[in-house]
Every structure is written in structure tokens, then in C-alpha cells.
């Protein structure tokens, strides 16, 4: 096992919610006494995979050593991507590793009031509403016109906007960032933005998505484009698999080549990835599910829902932040999107797995 983090694997979701926001202990976190302390594993942490010299079937680490491999499973992830000309000062943040977390949290409890989180996608709106819950002020800019337009569409994205609105967020849409602002000494100040106001800010969290972490690959003959591209059984090259972040494959069921970045599919993909080395040849076609705590609401979504689907409340209510939307496309259900509604969310996704049609759902 090779990774370029010092930490042995841990989970990722309550680094966003309930690790930054104090409430949760760090040894609940490591993974390797739920299943792979009892096996024979050698760890190599802390050194990042090189290279890949897929004749000699071997990995080549930043330290300078190699380690032969008979099948490799490729897992590398994504890091996560900067604003052009993001500087280094105290006080900006990005949070993907443990280690991010640690120090927004520690930034968070020493001294600021004001908080400015740049992008509404998921990991954004979650740390927007972590800090609100600690009492800070929090401004939260989205350059989209609705937050997460391009997945939930304009008119769920709008109940998502105004869930933080509710909650005292200074939410700024169609909102972009020019410059960073120092005090003088080092540190942040304050962002301004593309119409040239100027938001003050003691902590800025910037959550503009990921990138697959591929550059390691390029001389390994490997297909790469935005991802690893494998075949519809996780295969990248013979004895070579790749599974979550990293990898792309096209997924048969929705007819698509897709990279899904949640934690499921990590799971998922990964172990499917290890049976595919073994030999076995299914195609892999899940439907992507993931979840996201917010404020006291679960927001639940399996499929693979677009801006130009048609939706329908078909449970609950949207004033109530209780509800069910359905997402149709082409005659099929394609996606579900739920709050605080998780048994009837799962139903939806058999029902998306059994290829129902819009007009039977």
C-alpha cells in the first residue's frame, strides 16, 4: 500500500462537517481496524507514487526506490484545484486531507468572525455551514448564477441557496473572485470580487472541485483524460485497474463515461477494481449516490440528474426543506434528489437501478 499522505487511510466526509466543527475525535477516523489490519500489508506512506513502468511492473516512488508489482490497483485520487493567482498567505484554505482540516479548524478557533468560502458546491456549502453553526459571519460567493446549477438544476439549487440564506449566510451568486487581499503582515484580509466590491475576511476556505491526480502516469502509456480511462470493467491495462477519483469508465446503465467523486464509489469501485484483477469480468455500473450534512438537513442524491431534466416533487415539501425530487430524462428516471428523506431515496435509486420509466415512476 502506497500513499502519499503520512496518515494510514481514514475517512474523508467528517473532515468537511463534524471533524472541522469539534465534534467528533480523530481516532474515530482511521479505516485500517475496520478490515486490513489482520492482513499482511506492507505501508509505504508518505512517499507519493513517481512513475509507472508498466514492462518492468513497477511503481516508482518520489524517494527513489521501486516496488514490483504482479497486479496494481491505482487509487491515487484527486487534489484540489486553486483560484489563478491564489496566493500563499495565512489564513486561505482548501480542505481535502486531514491535514487541511487541522488547520482551517485550528485558524476557525483562534481568532476570526468573519469567513468567506469561495464556491457553493457541496464541500463549500458544507464548511459555509460549520462555520455559521460556530457562530461565525460567513459570506459564501458562487460564480454560477444558483449553487450546483450544473447537477440539481435551477429550481433545486435555489432551495439549496436559500437553505443557507435561512441560516444568516451572505450568499453572493454569479460571483467571482479577482484578487486577494493582505493586511500588511502576511495574511488575508479580505477578497474582491469580479464587480470589484471588496469582502472583508479573516478566513478564506476556497472549494472549487478536484483534479485527478494522474500527472504521475504521464510516460505509462496509459489512455488519460480527465482520469484514467478504463474499459466498463475497471480495467486500465492488463494487471492495471483504477478505481475512485482517478478513475473514468463508461457505466452502461446510464450510457455515459463517467468519474464520480464520492465516497461510495470509492468504496464500491475500489473493491470491484480488486475482483477485476482477480479475474472477474462483470462490468461495473452503479447508480452514484452520496449525501451531504448541512445545517440540520441530510441532502441525499443518486443518480445522474442535469440541468435540463425534468423535475417533480413527488413527497414532502419544498418550504418545509422535507421532500422528494424526482429527475426524468429521455422517459427514465435518471435521478433523486432528497431532504431529509433517506428510506425514500434509496427506493428511488432500486428503481433507477431496474431502468424504471418516468411515466411508471
Given at each position: 500500500m502506497i500513499g502519499a499522505e503520512p496518515h494510514l487511510p481514514y475517512d474523508r466526509p467528517p473532515l468537511s462537517k463534524q471533524v472541522l466543527a469539534g465534534t467528533s475525535e480523530l481516532d474515530r477516523l482511521p479505516l485500517a481496524a475496520v478490515g486490513v489490519d489482520h492482513?499482511?500489508?506492507?505501508?509505504?506512506?508518505?512517499?507519493?507514487?513517481?512513475?509507472?513502468?508498466?514492462?518492468?511492473?513497477?511503481?516508482?516512488?518520489?524517494?527513489?526506490?521501486?516496488?514490483?508489482?504482479?497486479?496494481?490497483v491505482i487509487a491515487t485520487g484527486a487534489r484540489v484545484r486553486t483560484l489563478r493567482g491564489q496566493p500563499e498567505l495565512a489564513g486561505i484554505h482548501t480542505l481535502r486531507t486531514l491535514d487541511d482540516c487541522l488547520a482551517l479548524r485550528t485558524d476557525l478557533e483562534a481568532m476570526p468572525s468573519r469567513v468567506v468560502v469561495v464556491g457553493a458546491g457541496f464541500i463549500g456549502a458544507e464548511v459555509a455551514a460549520t462555520a455559521r453553526q460556530r457562530g461565525l459571519e460567513v459570506t459564501l460567493l458562487e460564480a454560477l448564477e444558483v449553487p450546483m446549477q450544473r447537477v440539481l438544476g435551477d429550481e433545486m439549487g435555489s432551495v439549496c441557496a436559500q437553505l443557507h440564506r435561512d441560516h444568516g449566510v451572505d450568499l453572493r451568486l454569479s460571483s467571482g473572485v479577482d484578487a486577494f487581499v493582505d493586511d500588511g503582515n502576511g495574511r488575508i484580509a479580505g477578497v474582491v470580487l469580479s464587480d470589484g466590491t471588496k469582502v472583508d475576511a479573516d478566513v478564506v476556505v476556497v472549494g472549487v472541485g478536484v483534479v485527478p491526480n494522474t500527472e504521475w502516469l504521464e510516460s505509462s502509456g496509459l489512455t488519460i483524460e480527465n482520469g484514467i480511462v478504463c474499459d466498463e470493467t475497471c480495467l486500465a491495462a492488463p494487471g492495471v485497474v483504477a478505481a475512485g477519483d482517478v478513475a473514468r469508465w463508461p457505466n452502461r446503465r446510464f450510457g455515459e463515461v463517467m468519474r464520480v467523486e464520492h465516497w461510495e464509489n470509492a468504496q464500491e469501485q475500489g473493491a470491484?477494481?480488486?475482483?477485476?484483477?482477480?479475474?472477474?469480468?462483470?462490468?461495473?455500473?452503479?447508480?452514484?449516490?452520496?449525501?451531504?450534512?448541512?445545517?440540520?438537513?441530510?441532502?441525499?442524491?443518486?443518480?445522474?440528474?442535469?440541468?435540463?431534466?425534468?423535475?417533480?416533487?413527488?413527497?414532502?415539501?419544498?418550504e418545509d426543506r422535507h421532500f422528494v425530487a424526482l429527475y426524468g430524462r429521455a422517459g427514465r428516471l435518471v435521478g433523486v434528489l432528497g431532504m431529509n428523506r433517506p428510506r425514500p431515496v434509496m427506493q428511488y435509486r432500486q428503481l433507477i437501478a431496474d431502468g424504471a420509466s418516468w411515466d411508471d415512476v
Open positions: 492482513l499482511d500489508v506492507q505501508w509505504r506512506l508518505g512517499v507519493p507514487a513517481h512513475a509507472l513502468d508498466r514492462d518492468a511492473r513497477t511503481v516508482e516512488l518520489e524517494d527513489g526506490s521501486a516496488v514490483l508489482y504482479d497486479g496494481l470491484h477494481a480488486a475482483r477485476r484483477l482477480l479475474g472477474d469480468t462483470a462490468p461495473y455500473e452503479p447508480v452514484p449516490w452520496f449525501w451531504s450534512d448541512q445545517y440540520d438537513r441530510k441532502i441525499q442524491l443518486a443518480g445522474r440528474s442535469g440541468p435540463d431534466d425534468e423535475v417533480r416533487i413527488v413527497d414532502g415539501s419544498v
